[in-house]
């Protein structure tokens, strides 16, 4: 009789702490909301649609901040899915078995290094050979819209090289853990009918898509919301351009660089109610992206584990 | 016979970019550890280590204060991150088929990939606005915030791992469900759960942008909880965009000693999951 008293009394007790993550979510949205009503209340849409951000006079519109995170992360995923997922493919089907861990853990590595350390790199290291780069672009191609604007090394396209190499690990981690869990059954049938390697591993692709599809918009989630070393090579200029050469602004940059100078309670408001709408597209990206690694793991029996101890266990 | 062998010929091409991706990867790697290995190195000194700022246009001084604060920043970011990720971790663990675990793991998931300068905002709005002062506190919620899920979801994988029949025998004699988690079933775990602690720690120790407007920064020399603190990668940051060369060179010093820390945290991480597989194994 006790002991399913005291079981039950440890339940609800871990179950407190269990539920305190789900308060941290909801409390996030509340906060946030609550903090950027001013400029909810005084601008509504037109906060996300206006182009003009003045402090001064007190007009916000955060359209050019949208963009930018948008466009760097679109960017960004265009580098590094092919990367990410050759590496995946690379360390799951192809490499010597020796090499498999070593690999894993470099790549996994550059998931580390800290966000300022990239910052730091970027503009020290990156933008002067992107500036080189820049310079070097013939005069017919800087007449094309995507490389307009002054060859001065920071900008669009910095920030989105660094992005990619930021958003590679996590992309890479997961479709390789997605590639690991395809039943053998499924490569096996393909190299059965005369299958060469490459399409025996289309075959696997095509098992694991949609958790494939999750492990991008994993690395999505990580670039819409990299704050610092965007902040240090991107140039902070509320711009709209398609431009790659063109300093622009990001969502997360914006909020860096101003949260500490908004002087009045309606700039505090508008940066609140930028980070309401990031914190936003980051849950739906992540949401998406965990239900679509989930659905495909479990069709594939093995626990979900995370990916550190995952390759522990895969020398074993 | 043509088809086939290009086929082959496509099949190897594949291959050969698939190991390029690869390649790709690690010259940046290579590029940023070369980096802040020669740079930091040659702009480390004692000093480095025992003094605090110096003032604009004075040459010298380090960031002993800065790297005292991020110890005691992650440090005050354990201390309540660890205990609610361990108890919560339990309990995914121990009732992992209710609905109610599957929406706490899916929720410590997507929590993990809320963007840190958004966790840092939440932190501004709790702990900085009712006191109107930048914190180390505050730093120390936002870092543990983010810490959270990591070990939740760390804490609850590892417990999974220690064999059911430690817990059915515990079971078996009679315990309750209490002894048989703190008595047996964490204590197998404790290597494992401590490797979720430090790949936290490493996580949060790089963070900057949580810190930004959380516990700002500090040029003087501050132990103090209700004031502003200076952090490493804050001091990274301002250093950084300064327009002096000796503080570049500080700030590749300041990186140095991050990356070093954060190597150094998950070396150990490492170490203590495969003492937990080796105990594990038959």
């Known amino acids: 009789m006790t002991r399913s008293h005291d079981d039950r009394i440890f339940g609800l007790a871990t179950g407190v702490f269990a539920a305190l993550v789900l308060l941290i979510v909801v409390g996030i949205a509340f906060e946030l909301s609550r903090q950027s009503m001013l400029s909810i209340e005084k601008f509504g849409w037109s906060f996300w649609t206006g182009k003009v951000w003045d402090p001064v006079s007190g007009v916000f519109g955060a359209r050019p901040f949208i963009w930018g995170t948008l466009y760097s992360s679109l960017l960004a995923l265009i580098l590094s899915t092919p990367i990410a997922l050759g590496i995946a493919i690379f360390i799951s089907e192809l490499s010597p078995r020796v090499l498999r861990q070593p690999l894993a853990y470099l790549t996994e590595l550059l998931a580390a290094i800290p966000s300022i350390v990239y910052g730091l790199w970027g503009m020290f290291v990156l933008t002067p050979i992107i500036r080189k780069v820049e310079l070097l672009t013939p005069e017919a191609l800087r007449k094309f819209p995507l490389f307009s604007g002054p060859p001065v090394g920071v900008g669009m396209g910095t920030a989105a090289i660094i992005l990619s190499i930021m958003v590679v690990p996590f992309t890479s981690s997961v479709a390789r853990e997605i590639l690991k869990n395809v039943p053998s059954a499924q490569r096996e049938a393909a190299y059965a009918l005369g299958a060469t390697r490459w399409e025996a591993i289309k075959v696997a692709i095509g098992y694991g898509k949609s958790g494939i599809i999750g492990a991008i918009m994993l690395g999505l989630g990580r670039a819409l919301g990299e704050t610092m070393a965007v902040t240090m090579v991107i140039g902070n200029a509320p711009v709209l351009s398609l431009s790659l050469f063109k300093p622009q602004y990001t969502m997360a940059a914006v909020i860096a660089n101003e949260f500490t100078e908004a002087a009045d309670e309606l700039y505090l408001h508008a940066l609140i ?44 | 016979m043509n088809n086939a062998a290009r086929r082959k010929i496509i099949s190897r091409i594949v291959e050969a970019l698939c190991a390029l991706a690869v390649v790709l990867a690690l010259i940046p790697l290579a590029m940023i550890l070369f980096y802040v290995l020669t740079r930091g190195l040659s702009a480390l000194n004692f000093a480095f280590f025992t003094h605090t700022p110096k003032p604009v246009g004075e040459a010298g001084g380090g ?48 929590l993990n990939g809320v963007p840190s300068i958004v966790i840092g905002m939440f932190a501004y709005g709790l702990v900085v606005l009712p006191v109107k002062r930048f914190s180390a506190i505050a730093g120390g919620v936002a870092l543990g915030l983010l810490m959270i899920p ?36 964490v204590p197998a775990a ?80 490492r170490l203590a999951v495969r003492r937990l597989e080796r105990m594990n194994r038959p």
């Not at chain 2, 309540?80 to 599957?102: D, M, N, Q, R």
Request: aromatic share 10%.
């Open chain 2, 190 to 269: 404790l290597p494992g759960i401590l490797t979720g602690i430090l790949v936290a720690l490493a996580r949060v120790a790089g963070e900057t942008a949580p810190l930004l407007f959380t516990s700002f920064n500090n040029a003087y020399w501050s132990t103090n909880l209700m004031q502003p603190m200076a952090s490493l990668t804050y001091q990274v940051y301002t250093y950084a965009l300064s327009p002096y060369d000796d503080w570049h060179r500080q700030a590749w010093a300041g990186a140095f000693l991050l990356v070093m820390m954060i190597l150094t945290l998950s070396i150990a991480a």
């Open chain 1, 273 to 316: 109610e930028i980070g309401l709408l990031l914190f936003i597209i980051t849950i739906f990206v992540n949401i998406a992206s965990r239900l679509l690694i989930w659905s495909t793991k479990r069709r594939t029996i093995r626990p979900v584990i995370f990916p550190i101890v995952a390759e522990e266990e895969s020398a074993a």
């Open chain 2, 63 to 110: 960031m002993a204060n800065a790297i005292v604060g991020t110890l005691i920043l992650i440090g005050i970011a354990a201390l309540f991150a660890v205990p609610i990720g361990i108890i919560c971790g339990i309990h995914l663990a121990e009732y992992a088929g209710t609905k109610f675990s599957s929406i706490v793991r899916f929720a410590a998931d997507v």
């Open chain 2, 150 to 185: 990591i070990v939740v979801r760390t804490t609850e994988e590892l417990l999974r791992l220690v064999p059911s029949g430690l817990r059915e025998g515990a079971l078996a004699l009679g315990a309750t469900r209490s002894r048989a988690v703190f008595g047996v079933i």
